[in-house]
């Protein structure tokens, strides 16, 4: 008789942003005072917000319009951006379809090919602007189109996909190589997405200068209903961040830490920097803005694949202006205007002046729901 044994798997608990809340400190400092600055290689950017390589989201306006505001956009040069001398009309296209075709409508939008010469003169529309110009590519043609991007004048490259490892297994020859690709460009590279400790350290053992956390949680994205994958966006940053922490420590550089994805509100944004985030990404209250290309509409970067869309076109309205969204002032009880306002306020009450020391000081507990703390009449509208 054979005796089969089964080792069973085990379960760790993750937490999300309606999960946890941030304690207050004992000391409490002016938020007139605090600084949040965002270091990316030479740049300063006095606004820690990335705004996201969604083509509902990021052109070359939209980067100047970042800039102005003191953030970061990133332009996705897989897109419509430089697949069509009018990318303007393609967006109109998928505004217009209706809910059944419109993944349709993705897939043969994008099924254009990319055109070497729209990437220079995008990255050059950009750079007139004034703003810094960050440009995102796959991994699959990183290698031959970022060299192009930066030579054309790109300051910052992003290598972006559903889940990014430093160790991929493909048929290819050789793969990309994250450290020759960081030696050759000679500019900051961020890499992304990952949600593990162990995932962080090996993509920071490559040299790169940032990393994008989070897998499935944007409201466009549908990674975790398509495939399972995803860890909630607090526990991604705390373990990527306690990665950081140690890579730091042992004597590697610091590497920044970009929640990605899943904020909605300012209390989302301050957990996301109160688990270690030094930066964070967003799409969809991007999306909002009446200055985003998408006109009310959003959708992910993986919505036009053509055998397993991971995305959806959502309409998320136009709500309000960049700077409303950034810097307030903000007209809304709801969290989702002046985020930045709301992060210096945050630092204030646990007593940082810097986000160093927020990451320091700030002390994240597992709490009840909002709705379970008195808020019904809030989350029914009642008020």
Same mark, same amino acid.
């Given at each position: 008789?054979?005796?089969?044994?089964?080792?069973?798997?085990?379960?760790?608990?993750?937490?999300?942003?309606?999960?946890?809340?941030?304690?207050?400190?004992?000391?409490?400092?002016?938020?007139?005072?605090?600084?949040?600055?965002?270091?990316?290689?030479?740049?300063?950017?006095?606004?820690?917000?990335?705004?996201?390589?969604?083509?509902?989201?990021?052109?070359?306006?939209?980067?100047?319009?970042?800039?102005?505001?003191?953030?970061?956009?990133?332009?996705?040069?897989?897109?419509?951006?430089?697949?069509?001398?009018?990318?303007?009309?393609?967006?109109?296209?998928?505004?217009?379809?209706?809910?059944?075709?419109?993944?349709?409508?993705?897939?043969?939008?994008?099924?254009?090919?990319?055109?070497?010469?729209?990437?220079?003169?995008?990255?050059?529309?950009?750079?007139?602007?004034?703003?810094?110009?960050?440009?995102?590519?796959?991994?699959?043609?990183?290698?031959?189109?970022?060299?192009?991007?930066?030579?054309?004048?790109?300051?910052?490259?992003?290598?972006?996909?559903?889940?990014?490892?430093?160790?991929?297994?493909?048929?290819?020859?050789?793969?990309?190589?994250?450290?020759?690709?960081?030696?050759?460009?000679?500019?900051?590279?961020?890499?992304?997405?990952?949600?593990?400790?162990?995932?962080?350290?090996?993509?920071?053992?490559?040299?790169?200068?940032?990393?994008?956390?989070?897998?499935?949680?944007?409201?466009?994205?549908? #990674?975790? $209903?398509?495939? +399972?994958? !995803?860890?909630?966006?607090?526990? &991604?940053?705390?373990?990527? @961040?306690?990665? =950081?922490?140690?890579?730091?420590?042992?004597?590697?550089?610091?590497?920044?830490?970009?929640?990605?994805?899943?904020?909605?509100?300012?209390?989302?944004?301050?957990?996301?920097?109160?688990?270690?985030?030094?930066?964070?990404?967003?799409?969809?209250?991007?999306?909002? #803005?009446? $200055?985003?290309? +998408?006109? !009310?509409?959003?959708?992910?970067? &993986?919505?036009?694949?053509? @055998?397993?869309? =991971?995305?959806?076109?959502?309409?998320?309205?136009?709500?309000?202006?960049?700077?409303?969204?950034?810097?307030?002032?903000?007209?809304?009880?709801?969290?989702?205007?002046?985020?930045?306002?709301?992060?210096?306020?945050?630092?204030?009450?646990?007593?940082?002046?810097?986000?160093? $020391?927020?990451?320091?000081?700030?002390?994240?507990?597992?709490?009840?729901?909002?709705?379970?703390?008195?808020?019904?009449?809030?989350?029914?509208?009642?008020?």
């Amino acid at each position: 008789m054979v005796t089969l044994r089964v080792q069973a798997k085990e379960l760790r608990r993750t937490y999300g942003f309606e999960e946890v809340a941030i304690v207050p400190g004992d000391v409490t400092t002016n938020p007139e005072i605090c600084t949040v600055d965002l270091e990316i290689g030479p740049f300063v950017f006095p606004t820690p917000v990335l705004a996201s390589a969604m083509d509902a989201v990021a052109d070359p306006a939209f980067a100047g319009h970042m800039s102005r505001l003191g953030g970061l956009s990133v332009l996705n040069l897989e897109g419509l951006q430089t697949r069509y001398d009018d990318p303007e009309q393609a967006i109109g296209e998928i505004v217009a379809a209706s809910k059944d075709d419109v993944t349709n409508v993705f897939q043969r939008l994008y099924s254009m090919p990319i055109r070497e010469e729209l990437i220079a003169q995008r990255v050059a529309e950009v750079k007139a602007t004034g703003a810094v110009c960050a440009v995102s590519l796959t991994p699959a043609v990183t290698k031959k189109l970022a060299p192009m991007a930066v030579e054309a004048g790109a300051d910052i490259i992003v290598v972006q996909s559903t889940v990014t490892t430093a160790r991929h297994i493909s048929k290819s020859y050789r793969g990309l190589v994250l450290s020759e690709v960081v030696e050759q460009l000679k500019v900051p590279v961020i890499v992304g997405n990952m949600v593990t400790y162990s995932a962080a350290m090996e993509l920071m053992e490559q040299g790169v200068d940032g990393l994008l956390v989070g897998v499935g949680p944007g409201a466009a994205c549908t #990674t975790r $209903e398509v495939t +399972g994958i !995803g860890v909630p966006q607090v526990s &991604a940053t705390l373990d990527c @961040a306690a990665a =950081r922490d140690d890579y730091y420590a042992r004597g590697g550089k610091r590497v920044i830490i970009i929640t990605d994805g899943g904020i909605r509100t300012g209390g989302d944004l301050c957990k996301s920097f109160a688990a270690g985030a030094d930066a964070v990404m967003l799409g969809t209250p991007m999306a909002q #803005t009446s $200055e985003a290309p +998408g006109e !009310g509409f959003n959708w992910g970067m &993986a919505s036009p694949h053509p @055998a397993l869309p =991971r995305g959806t076109r959502i309409n998320v309205g136009v709500r309000s202006t960049l700077e409303e969204v950034l810097l307030g002032p903000s007209h809304r009880t709801d969290g989702t205007l002046n985020l930045i306002g709301a992060l210096k306020v945050c630092m204030g009450y646990v007593g940082a002046t810097t986000i160093a $020391e927020f990451h320091e000081r700030a002390e994240l507990v597992v709490a009840p729901t909002i709705a379970t703390e008195g808020k019904s009449f809030q989350k029914a509208g009642m008020i």
